[in-house]
């Protein structure tokens, strides 16, 4: 065909992008589109962080189709609108996208391929956030997994798909319309400077650094919270500034240089990205975890906490240090280590017995690697009520998780300066009543084990009342 539409959404690079990749195949020229939505600060699903590295990621893309001779354009409104208005400007043949694993994203493909049928169009969705997804990992009866390790079994014995590469040029047709680039002006935001260095090339170079040395140690350091143990590549992958096949193929190119010690630390890494997966397509599969609890026996059941410590816990203002760095480290910067957020989680819907769902809501609006099914399924995860959930009674103790993973205080001391001087010990246990670590820092706002008990009896009631 002549002209081909690619419309970019969470696939901001130009490196290994399927449906990219196909367009310039299939036509002569491409439009290259970004179709900016509405946002306000009681968005549910982002927030500040995520719009200021949203922004720098689509300043790099644009950057980078310039070098292959093409431009982006930037369009605003409803999707299918501005699609079908595109169309009919370039008279497009074609419109290629990358599908998106959520169900509002899935509602808009939905409705561009039925404006499609009737307009006389193609509409050509890609596999591409996803090694495997969808209907690629099923039972032998045909059905979703519902538990990680036999869909990690079934997943590790598919098929890879190969990586593409990178384009080389990109015909633009020159005539077409195009809005400025975005600014966090327009949503009355100012810049942060904690987040990651947005696009494509600085995503590459932390997937280098993280390969070259701390993927051999993984499996031991992963659950650390001070320094970088972890890939920090999860705001990458939620952006699309990597390709996740790629992520992979040069995964495996690196552990075949590694020991066979260093190898079964690597493989941690790569049960990460299969989880990853496996919560894409629980949500796929069952869009409902988003609204309720996966596991039908806790669906209903009520959360006594009050408002008053829902802020405490976003504050980081709740006495347990852990908690107070965690919830500090979030709120500045737009991340958090996944061991302080299992922590947090669980302070939150255990401790605090405050639904998951406002948890995964301050954390959607929070972080700059919101991936909304990842997020869903920590959340029930760690509340004891999703898809191959902690049991309900693992209850963690936030006194002994900080001496198991941040004994000397590091993590701590990094995000409460008003504690730096306190020794580590008295950082990894309960305070004696009234024995504040440091003046005008708070005194545990709970007893971690009336706490527990409690929470063991909210979800014996609930048991009892889904079963009669």
């Known amino acids: 065909m002549k ?4 419309w970019f959404r969470r696939d901001l690079r130009i490196t290994d992008n399927t449906a990219l990749a196909a367009a310039s195949a299939s036509a002569d020229m491409v439009v290259p589109v970004y179709i900016l939505s509405e946002w306000s600060d009681s968005h549910r699903w982002t927030g500040p962080h995520r719009q200021q590295f949203l922004c720098g990621c689509l300043d790099s893309l644009a950057h980078n189709l310039r070098a292959l001779g093409g431009r982006l354009i930037f369009r605003e409104g409803n999707a299918v609108e501005e699609l079908r208005k595109l169309v009919l400007e370039t008279q497009a043949g074609a419109v290629f996208f990358n599908r998106d694993p959520d169900p509002f994203g899935r509602k808009t493909e939905e409705e561009l391929s039925r404006l499609g049928t009737e307009s006389g169009f193609e509409v050509i969705g890609c596999k591409d956030v996803c090694v495997h997804e969808r209907e690629d990992v099923l039972t032998a009866t045909g059905d979703p997994f519902r538990v990680y390790t036999p869909y990690a079994r079934a997943w590790a014995k598919q098929a890879r798909p ?8 990109l015909r633009v047709p020159d005539q077409v319309h195009s809005l400025p680039p975005p600014a966090l002006e327009r949503w009355g935001l100012t810049r ?6 947005p696009g494509e090339k600085a995503a590459r170079g932390r997937m280098k650094k993280f390969l070259e040395s701390p993927l051999a140690a993984y499996g031991a350091q ?3 919270p001070a320094g970088q143990t ?4 999860s705001q990458d992958l939620r952006f699309g500034l990597l390709s996740i096949r790629e992520l992979f193929a040069k995964g495996e190119a690196r552990m075949a240089e590694l020991s066979a010690g260093e190898r079964g630390q690597a493989q941690k890494f790569t049960g990460e990205l299969i989880w990853r997966e496996f919560y894409i ?3 796929w599969h069952f869009p409902a975890v988003l609204d309720q609890e996966f596991n039908p026996k806790f669906r209903g059941m009520a959360w006594p906490g009050t408002v008053k410590d829902f802020s405490r816990w976003g504050e980081g203002a709740t006495g347990f240090p852990i908690v107070d760095a965690a919830m500090r480290q979030l709120n500045l910067t737009g991340f958090m280590h996944n061991r302080a957020r299992m922590i947090t989680a669980m302070f939150l819907t255990k401790d605090l017995h405050l639904d998951w769902r406002l948890g995964e809501r301050y954390f959607m609006q929070k972080l700059t690697d919101g991936e909304i099914a990842s997020n869903n399924g920590g959340w029930q995860w760690s509340a004891g009520t999703g898809a191959d ?3 309900y009674f693992r209850i963690q103790n936030p006194w002994t998780q900080t001496l198991r993973y941040d004994p000397e205080g590091r993590y701590i001391k990094a995000w409460l300066p008003e504690l730096r001087d306190v020794p580590a010990e008295r950082l990894s246990a309960p305070p004696a009543p009234g024995d504040r670590l440091t003046p005008g820092y708070p005194l545990p706002m709970v007893d971690h084990s009336e706490a527990r008990e409690k929470t063991l009896e909210m979800f014996a009631r609930q048991k009892e009342i889904t079963a009669r």
């Open 222 to 224: 992963r659950d650390i």
């Open 230 to 233: 972890t890939s920090r590549l």
């Open 162 to 169: 190969p990586v593409s590469g990178s384009l080389r040029a």
């Open 389 to 391: 959930a902690a049991p």
């Open 192 to 197: 942060s400077g904690e987040i990651p260095e």
């Open 3 to 6: 002209t081909a539409i690619h």
């Open 281 to 283: 397509n629980i949500l």
